[in-house]
């Protein structure tokens, strides 16, 4: 099959194509030697979760290309996207002497490619990114746009809390490259949590002009449950499209209307789901997934849309519906655990990065494909938002 490539339009000549097909790797090489000419050495930063054959496919394509390759790995964890690891990182690049026309690759999920996307933009004040993404939900969102950073914790009230990607700059790789073969290799809950991204972007595709992409994605639902190379290919380029068009006319999220924030549907929720210690699925794994967190905040923030009058119960049910069909959590276990009541959660929304300096500021859903981004809404809906997926009820006096 041939692959699918979308631009991702920038100004200033930065734009870059995002690639998504099978056998990609074996091109690596000389792709990243068209997009980055001067370049003569690669930093490959890959996921420890990586099969040893994506990296060995990956490092002989660039040395055929005449690179001279060297690696170096990551812990793809919440607690390793950190300063600790970003230091580690730049020790190695200097050691290195990788030169500011040298080029890093990313080779992993979206921690690793937020990680060494960082580390690219602070070395030398920087210098070039690949981004090979080997989970979906890097895929589809996570390697493309140029966002990068680490987590940071701190302590508050005597308890430590981890804000999420609370350090980090804009970065554009200079190239993304989405191999589908590597897919066949994922964890089925991985795979499953990148779904969640994939609804989130069928739910502000209008203003990318993309109406049916919710659409589409619940009618080819088994065959992207299979893997199916042509499918998942697809699934990826409409994705991209919609974030490439959302980024383009908002790269660094200026836009108080909504622009670039739209991406963040569910993510204030998300991330203090992630942030909280203990928290717990009802798996037998621990934990929780970057995107299962984010299938409970697209719940928790049409919850709080409908208690605000902007979509209705059915809205609510068709979304809840949708994250149920791909495998995705709908109700979070746990929080009892965690001595949070709905006003300490919105307390930790507010450390969220997108929150406005006078409240809480929260992208919300308004129908079918559209969205907005919304000022200081009241607090009872958003405590309806989070009671809504089993959290933050109000203990008894």
């Known amino acids: 099959m041939s692959p699918e490539t979308i631009r991702v339009a920038l100004p200033g000549g930065r734009g870059y194509d995002v690639i998504a097909g099978t056998d990609l790797l074996a ?72 030169a500011r026309s040298d080029v890093v690759i990313a080779l992993g999920g979206g921690i690793v490619g937020d990680v060494a996307g960082f580390a690219a933009a602070s070395h030398r004040r920087g210098c070039g990114i690949v981004q090979c993404p080997t989970t979906l939900l890097a895929m589809v969102d996570a390697s493309v746009g140029g966002k990068t950073g680490v987590n940071l914790e701190i302590e508050r009230e005597g308890r430590p809390q981890l804000l999420k990607n609370a350090v980090g700059a804009f970065h554009q790789p200079s190239l993304v490259l989405a191999d589908i073969d590597v897919l066949e290799s994922l964890d089925p809950r991985d795979f499953r949590a990148g779904l969640a991204e994939c609804i989130k972007h069928g739910m502000i595709a209008g203003a990318a002009d993309d109406s049916d992409l919710s659409s589409w994605l619940d009618q080819n639902l088994a065959r992207i449950a299979q893997r199916e190379p042509e499918t998942l290919a697809r699934l990826v380029a409409r994705d991209v499209a919609v974030k490439a068009s959302i980024v383009a006319d908002d790269e660094k999220e200026t836009d108080p209307s909504g622009g670039r924030a739209l991406l963040n549907l569910g993510h204030t929720f998300a991330h203090v789901i992630e942030s909280i210690s203990g928290f717990d699925l009802g798996t037998r794994e621990p934990g929780v997934r970057h995107g299962e967190a984010v299938a409970l905040g ?67 859903p308004m129908g079918p494909g559209t969205a907005r981004v919304l000022e200081s809404p009241a607090l009872s809906a958003v405590h309806a938002g989070w009671e809504m997926i089993g959290a933050g009820a109000r203990s008894p006096d």
């Open 27 to 98: 091109s690596l090489g000389e792709r990243a030697r068209a997009a980055l000419p001067p370049a003569s050495k690669a930093a490959i930063v890959h996921d420890a979760g990586v099969p040893d054959t994506h990296l060995a496919r990956a490092r002989a394509s660039l040395e055929s290309a005449g690179f001279s390759v060297a690696s170096k790995t990551v812990r793809p964890s919440e607690r390793d996207k950190s300063l600790d690891t970003l230091r580690s990182l730049l020790e190695w690049l200097a050691l290195e002497r990788l």
């Open 298 to 364: 697209l719940i928790a923030a049409s919850k709080t849309a409908s208690e605000l009058g902007l979509v209705d119960r059915a809205f609510i049910e068709g979304v809840r519906a949708s994250l149920a069909a791909a495998g995705l959590p709908t109700r979070s276990r746990g929080f009892e655990n965690a001595a949070l009541g709905p006003d300490a959660l919105i307390s930790r929304m507010l450390d969220d990065k997108k929150s406005a300096d006078d409240g809480l500021r929260l992208v919300l």
